[in-house]
Each structure stands twice: as structure tokens, then as C-alpha cells.
């Protein structure tokens, strides 16, 4: 897509963005921060599809329309709806089309956002479609690492937990790969990232090394991103079971990182950081979860031609 025009436009992929275009967003979501619109989506109606487990990403993506005068409906369960008796995503999304004006989508299938881009005539956005990808999701991490830090260049990145299934570091990866910027995946062996996006980002000229030993690289990082186990994804339960208590970090990390490191986790954490951490001004993630308001309202103004 030529330009930043985002009228009409699909969300799917953080690799359907220009640097150009990542940067609009940002710019429009400082706006929007700074100078609410409380009326800038009245009627218009957000179809909220979440047949995976959500807390954040749906309550924030209808806060953020509710809170700019639009309107939201849908579901969070996919056991309540026609899905039980049969239907095809596809139908599903023909059906939705009709009701309302932007649909955000999330699924357990990989490429199912995709799938039901095709199928709809109105923008679909991809709320986390399986390991792929969750590009609002990175757009909000952008900001986090703007607001944060003041820049998106000369930074360094450790990505640390499950590389191998987590969408929201596979998504953020490839967006880092427009800035000046050095990464670090911190993982065992058996969650490393895959080596996909490692030849993606290489091809991309950006330094990235691999290890599993977070206090050999502590003192080089700006940012640590955080993640989960993704439980869900493992094939083998047993699989599972052997990582589950494999990292998790506490205020002895603050004693070999940088004084201004910054700790970032797109949440929820389920025991890979200590509590204790929260209150230190190192730790973001609450912070990073607030900067989902005004990332999704930029992107619903911007798909709905509300804003330039
Ligand atoms: C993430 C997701 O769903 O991928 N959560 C979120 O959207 N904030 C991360 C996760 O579930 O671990």
C-alpha cells in the first residue's frame, strides 16, 4: 500500500507495514492521547471476535472504541455463537460483515485473520491469530519503547521465555528490524525463535545473537521483553511440564543491568516475573498494557478514514 493511507486497509501483519506507516500510527495514537475524541467513531460499530482467551486485547480494543463514541459487539467465547453448530469462519465473517464496520479477530488458527480478511469487505484486524503474529499488539510496544526510552534507534533488545511460540515477539522482531537496533533472543534450546525470523532479521542487516543465559548479556540491554510459556501452543503437555518453571526474573536483575533498562512484558505473566519488580520505575508492563488505549484507537480511526 502506497503512502500512509489506511482507509479501509486490513491489520494482519506487521510485515504489511512500512517503517513510514508504523511511525503514522505512533504519531496518530500521541494525538489521540493528547487530545481526546470523544465522538471521532459514533456510529460506527466494532465486531469484537475473540474465539481465544483474552483480557487486554479485547477489553482495551472496546474501551478504546467506547471511549472515542463508537460502539462494540460480539463475543468472547466461540462456544456461544453458530461456531458450536458447525459454521465455517467464513460464513461466520459474511454474516458479520453486515453488522458492523470493523471486525477484530482473534483465533487459535494460523492465518484465520487472513482467511477472514478475504472473506469480509470491511477492515479485519488480527488480535493474535496462533504463534504468527499480533501486530497491534507491537504497535503498542512500539510506543511503550517511544514513550519510554524517547527513541526507536540505538537500542538494544533482549527478548526472553517462549521465542518459539510467542506471536507478540515474532511480530515485534520484525518491526524492530526497521530501526537501528541489536537484539538478543534468551531462551533453552527448545524455545528458541524460530529461525525464520532469525534469517529475516539477519537478511535485514540487524545484529542478532542467541543464548540462554540472561546474566551474560544483562549489561547490554535497554529494553528486556519478557514473555510467557505459551502453554497452549504445545503439542505435548509433558512438553510442557519441563519448562515450566525454567526463568523468572527479580530485583537481583536490576544489580547487573543497566540503571535504566526498562522491562517490558505484553502480559498476563504467570510467575517469570517477581511482583516485586512492579514497583520499581524499571518495570513498564502495566504501563505498556495503558498504551493499548490510544494505539487501537488510532488504528480503528485510521481503518474507518477518521483519521489522516
Ligand atoms: C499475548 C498474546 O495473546 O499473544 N497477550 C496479549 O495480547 N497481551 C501474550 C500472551 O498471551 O502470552
Same mark, same amino acid.
Given at each position: @500500500? ?13 510485515? %504489511?507495514?512500512?517503517? #513510514? ?27 469484537? *471476535? ?14 478504546? @472504541? ?28 459474511? @454474516?458479520?460483515?453486515? !453488522? ?17 480478511? #478475504? ?7 488480527? /488480535? ?14 512500539? !510506543? ?8 526507536? %534507534? ?8 517462549d521465542?518459539? !511460540? ?21 531462551a533453552p534450546e527448545a524455545l528458541r @525463535? ?12 540487524? +545484529?542478532?545473537?542467541?543464548?540462554s543465559?540472561? %546474566? ?15 502453554? #497452549?501452543? &504445545? ?7 519441563k519448562f515450566?518453571?525454567g526463568y523468572?526474573? %527479580?530485583?537481583? *536483575? ?11 512484558? +505484553? ?9 516485586? *519488580?512492579?514497583?520499581? +520505575?524499571?518495570?513498564?508492563? &502495566? ?19 477518521? /483519521?489522516?
Amino acid at each position: @500500500m502506497a503512502g500512509t493511507s489506511f482507509q479501509g486497509r486490513d491489520v494482519i501483519s506487521i510485515n %504489511d507495514f512500512s517503517k #513510514e506507516e508504523l511511525l503514522h500510527v505512533l504519531s496518530v495514537a500521541k494525538k489521540l492521547e493528547s487530545n481526546p475524541q470523544p465522538s471521532l467513531l459514533k456510529g460506527k460499530i466494532l465486531a469484537s *471476535l475473540f474465539f481465544e482467551p483474552s483480557t487486554r486485547t479485547r477489553l482495551s480494543f472496546a474501551s478504546a @472504541m467506547k471511549r472515542v463514541g463508537g460502539d462494540v459487539i460480539g463475543f468472547s467465547q466461540a462456544e456461544t455463537t453458530s461456531v458450536k453448530k458447525g459454521e465455517t469462519l467464513w460464513d461466520t465473517i459474511k @454474516m458479520i460483515e453486515h !453488522y458492523s464496520d470493523v471486525i477484530v479477530i482473534r483465533h487459535s488458527v494460523e492465518g484465520a485473520a487472513r482467511l477472514s480478511a #478475504e472473506a469480509a469487505s470491511i477492515p479485519v484486524i488480527n /488480535a493474535g491469530d496462533g504463534a504468527n503474529q499480533h501486530p497491534t499488539q507491537t504497535l503498542l510496544d512500539l !510506543y511503550t519503547i517511544l514513550k519510554e526510552k524517547g527513541k526507536l %534507534d540505538n537500542l538494544t533488545i533482549g527478548f526472553l521465555g517462549d521465542l518459539k !511460540y510467542g506471536r507478540t515477539v515474532h511480530s515485534l522482531a520484525i518491526a524492530l528490524s526497521h530501526f537501528k537496533t541489536s537484539i538478543y533472543f534468551i531462551a533453552p534450546e527448545a524455545l528458541r @525463535m524460530p529461525s525464520y525470523y532469525i534469517q529475516e532479521l539477519k537478511k535485514r542487516k540487524i +545484529p542478532c545473537r542467541e543464548t540462554s543465559d540472561l %546474566d551474560s548479556v544483562a549489561k547490554q540491554l535497554d529494553i528486556l521483553y519478557v514473555t510467557r510459556i505459551q502453554e #497452549e501452543r &504445545f503439542p505435548d503437555p509433558l512438553e510442557y511440564q519441563k519448562f515450566k518453571a525454567g526463568y523468572r526474573i %527479580d530485583r537481583s *536483575l536490576l544489580k547487573i543491568s543497566k540503571p535504566g533498562i526498562r522491562i517490558m512484558h +505484553p502480559l498476563p505473566r504467570v510467575g517469570e516475573i517477581d511482583p516485586a *519488580l512492579d514497583e520499581t +520505575p524499571n518495570a513498564v508492563y &502495566f504501563r505498556q498494557a495503558a498504551n493499548g488505549i490510544p494505539i487501537r484507537q488510532a488504528i480503528l480511526a485510521l481503518v474507518l478514514g477518521k /483519521a489522516k
